[in-house]
């Protein structure tokens, strides 16, 4: 249950700490009052008979941006379980499920679960990676683009196409693919590894990219294998082509085990790319270094620390949910900052970092800039929390949502919705 029910009309919440870099400011945490009138947040003058309420150091933030995830594959652990927690048994597994479960009506529900579990959760814009070899390339993206429309006002949608870089060619299927992303508004997607002739598919990528006019958004280097580096040629390339429509990489876990002089040149060339990263520290650590009967030593966690260092545009997202490559998360953005602040050492590291989950992704996908100013939609996260050590000591599962003015009914979505699909 919310710890607060916020009386409805105009109001004055006083009494409020946000991240000052979410304000503009420099520091820790900054006092504000917020007045919500009309849907918006307004200047106090423009409501003068709002209620004010007192929400005692209460920590805010604007609803979160989760800039990375898995609606398609989201919620079918039940019936596809990885065999032994490994990224290859991730893969077999998703695979084999994808060709026997995956029709529209599937798919859909399991999306819808997933977004309203994030609604609930407080976050306004998603970028969705959707598996698109065909043929679920023409089953999955008609789907989200019906839930785009349905989802408009409330959680605001991006689509990329997921395919392997072996796949990405003239002569495959992959133009056709890219067509059907850029008539549903879409994002260019691949996954990244090495193969013989990567720079010349990479030339292709970007090339079609540009064509259509087309934002990018590619999986890179998920392994520990310290041979592996094909981030530094995805910068390279994108570079020489002069690219210069956005792209997002995603993982670039080896370079936690690349040498130090190469990691940081492959940095220097991402930060004059102007490339941005989203680092997945929950399913990395997940997979990464696991095998049977030996404790990981590695968890693949991406150079974090270094990227922001060179000006490089940093996040964090969600990933998976409930399916082979993540058993576990419920798209619940403040959880992915809980466990981002402990994994990847955040604290003692600066007082930006909580753009991380809010602005910095917003900036990355271009979505509509997240903001506590007058004018914006009042879509905020109210917590009980007072402090940092509050807020990650406890899940906030009592937090409240308040999206265009109103608070939101805050009930998840349960389980057993999903049962009639595990059969």
Same mark, same amino acid.
Not at 406 to 414: E, F, K, N, V, Y
């Given at each position: 249950m919310d710890f607060l029910s916020l009386p409805k009309g105009p109001v004055t919440l006083t009494g409020m700490q946000v991240p000052a870099c979410l304000i503009g400011q420099q520091g820790d945490l900054a006092q504000?009052?917020?007045?919500?009138?009309?849907?918006?947040?307004?200047?106090?003058?423009?409501?003068?008979?709002?209620?004010?309420? @007192?929400?005692?150091?209460?920590?805010?933030?604007?609803?979160?941006?989760?800039?990375?995830?898995?609606?398609?594959?989201?919620?079918?652990?039940?019936r596809a379980p990885n065999p032994d927690g490994t990224f290859a048994g991730a893969l077999e597994t998703v695979a084999a499920d994808r060709a026997a479960n995956w029709s529209a009506a599937d798919v859909r529900s399991r999306m819808d679960f997933g977004l309203r579990s994030a609604w609930a959760q407080g976050t306004r814009a998603i970028r969705t990676h959707i598996d698109s070899m065909p043929p679920q390339d023409g089953i999955s993206f008609p789907v989200f683009a019906e839930l785009r429309e349905q989802w408009a006002g409330r959680i605001e949608l991006q689509g990329t196409c997921l395919v392997a870089i072996d796949n990405v060619g003239r002569e495959t299927f992959f133009p056709r693919t890219a067509r059907l992303v850029a008539e549903t508004g879409g994002v260019l997607g691949c996954v990244s590894y090495p193969v013989d002739d990567?720079?010349?598919?990479?030339?292709?990528?970007?090339?079609?990219?540009?064509?259509?006019?087309?934002?990018?958004?590619?999986?890179?280097?998920?392994?520990?294998?310290?041979?592996?580096?094909?981030?530094?040629?995805?910068?390279?390339?994108?570079?020489?082509?002069?690219? @210069?429509?956005?792209?997002?990489?995603?993982?670039?876990?080896?370079?936690?085990?690349?040498?130090?002089?190469?990691?940081?040149?492959?940095?220097?060339? =991402?930060?004059?790319?102007?490339?941005?990263?989203?680092?997945?520290? #929950?399913?990395?650590?997940?997979?990464?270094?696991?095998?049977?009967?030996?404790?990981?030593?590695?968890?693949?966690?991406?150079?974090?620390?270094?990227?922001?260092?060179?000006?490089?545009?940093?996040?964090?997202?969600?990933?998976?949910?409930?399916?082979?490559?993540?058993?576990?998360?419920?798209? @619940?953005?403040?959880? =992915? #900052?809980?466990?981002?602040?402990r994994i990847a050492h955040l604290d003692h590291a600066g007082d930006d970092w909580p753009c991380a989950f809010v602005t910095n992704p917003a900036r990355a996908c271009r979505f509509a800039a997240p903001s506590l100013a007058p004018g914006a939609p009042a879509d905020l996260v109210i917590t009980r929390a007072r402090s940092w050590t509050e807020l990650f000591a406890r899940p906030q599962s009592d937090r409240i949502v308040i999206r265009n003015g109103a608070q939101i009914d805050r009930s998840l979505p349960d389980f057993s919705e999903l049962d009639h699909l595990m059969r």
């Amino acid at each position: 249950m919310d710890f607060l029910s916020l009386p409805k009309g105009p109001v004055t919440l006083t009494g409020m700490q946000v991240p000052a870099c979410l304000i503009g400011q420099q520091g820790d945490l900054a006092q504000i009052e917020l007045t919500l009138a009309g849907g918006r947040i307004v200047s106090p003058g423009e409501a003068p008979q709002a209620a004010q309420v @007192d929400l005692g150091g209460a920590m805010v933030f604007p609803a979160f941006v989760d800039m990375h995830t898995h609606l398609d594959k989201g919620h079918i652990w039940t019936r596809a379980p990885n065999p032994d927690g490994t990224f290859a048994g991730a893969l077999e597994t998703v695979a084999a499920d994808r060709a026997a479960n995956w029709s529209a009506a599937d798919v859909r529900s399991r999306m819808d679960f997933g977004l309203r579990s994030a609604w609930a959760q407080g976050t306004r814009a998603i970028r969705t990676h959707i598996d698109s070899m065909p043929p679920q390339d023409g089953i999955s993206f008609p789907v989200f683009a019906e839930l785009r429309e349905q989802w408009a006002g409330r959680i605001e949608l991006q689509g990329t196409c997921l395919v392997a870089i072996d796949n990405v060619g003239r002569e495959t299927f992959f133009p056709r693919t890219a067509r059907l992303v850029a008539e549903t508004g879409g994002v260019l997607g691949c996954v990244s590894y090495p193969v013989d002739d990567l720079e010349a598919r990479l030339v292709t990528f970007f090339e079609i990219a540009a064509e259509l006019g087309l934002a990018t958004d590619m999986h890179v280097d998920e392994t520990l294998d310290p041979t592996v580096n094909t981030l530094r040629k995805i910068a390279e390339t994108k570079l020489a082509l002069g690219f @210069d429509a956005p792209l997002s990489v995603g993982h670039c876990c080896s370079l936690s085990v690349l040498a130090e002089a190469e990691a940081a040149e492959t940095l220097d060339l =991402v930060a004059r790319a102007g490339i941005d990263v989203v680092s997945l520290p #929950m399913c990395n650590m997940y997979l990464q270094d696991r095998q049977a009967g030996r404790t990981p030593r590695y968890r693949g966690v991406t150079l974090v620390h270094e990227m922001r260092a060179r000006g490089i545009n940093v996040s964090f997202a969600s990933d998976n949910t409930r399916d082979p490559f993540y058993a576990y998360g419920d798209l @619940d953005m403040l959880e =992915v #900052m809980r466990e981002a602040t402990r994994i990847a050492h955040l604290d003692h590291a600066g007082d930006d970092w909580p753009c991380a989950f809010v602005t910095n992704p917003a900036r990355a996908c271009r979505f509509a800039a997240p903001s506590l100013a007058p004018g914006a939609p009042a879509d905020l996260v109210i917590t009980r929390a007072r402090s940092w050590t509050e807020l990650f000591a406890r899940p906030q599962s009592d937090r409240i949502v308040i999206r265009n003015g109103a608070q939101i009914d805050r009930s998840l979505p349960d389980f057993s919705e999903l049962d009639h699909l595990m059969r």
